[in-house]
């Protein structure tokens, strides 16, 4: 479990966000970035100019910024996380509407997941916004709900980090979500907190997406497992269908 700092510096948390999104989102403008930080536009301007400068980020023809030569590593998802963003968000909120809890939706990038976009509840105790987390797939309820998908060699040669104990729990786990088709992340990444996720199936040329619905452990209950399940699966083939249609 990560917390955040007792003395964030709220611009470096800015600039290490914006990275983040340049690198699994793609190329944005600067009222984009505006918009998804919740900054001015001189300061979302400012970030780029810094990032520019070292090299995370470089301004294209257009005027837009994409990642630059230090995030291009690794490789390049088949289709755009922003479209899953933008496609997704419509049925985030509508699982937030149907059910009252935070909705994510979140891709798998090597053994962890990220999170691309959330919708809050309006509940005053809630789950807060993830996006731009990254946290290991083993422990999220999305996460293992991608791992899921996978056979038990393919998914021990993403895990290759974890020891022998504790990777023959994870394929146990696995097993179990494999048979509900979901999976549950019961205070696994954070005290207190309890999710449920899904896979997205693979649609448009995208594949390894998960959607979750999260709330404080307080208020869950296993009663609500049919509704949370059929919600989210529901979700996730819609956003199947309109990733193809894109």
Known sequence: ??????YAIASVDS???LASLLQHEGAMRVTDVAGRLGVSV???????????YRDFAEQLPDRRYAAGPVLRRGPVQQASVATLRE????????LVDAVGETANVMVLAGSDIRFVATVESAQVLRVGDRAGRTLPAHRTSGGKAVLATMADDEVAAVLTALDGTVLAHVLRELRTARRRGFAVNDQGTEAGLTAVG????????????????????????RDRLPVWRAALT?????IARDLDAV
Request: aromatic share 4%; proline share 9%; hydrophobic share 55%.
């Open 42 to 52: 001189s300061t979302a301007h400012r970030l780029l100019g810094m990032l520019v």
């Open 198 to 221: 899904v896979a997205v199936p693979p649609a448009g040329g995208f594949a390894g997406a998960a959607l979750s619905l999260a709330a404080p452990t307080a208020r869950y209950s």
């Open 1 to 6: 479990m990560k917390n955040r700092p007792a």
């Open 87 to 94: 496609v997704a968000l419509p049925h985030l909120r509508r």
């Open 234 to 238: 529901e979700a996730a083939a819609d």
């Open 15 to 17: 600039a290490l966000l």
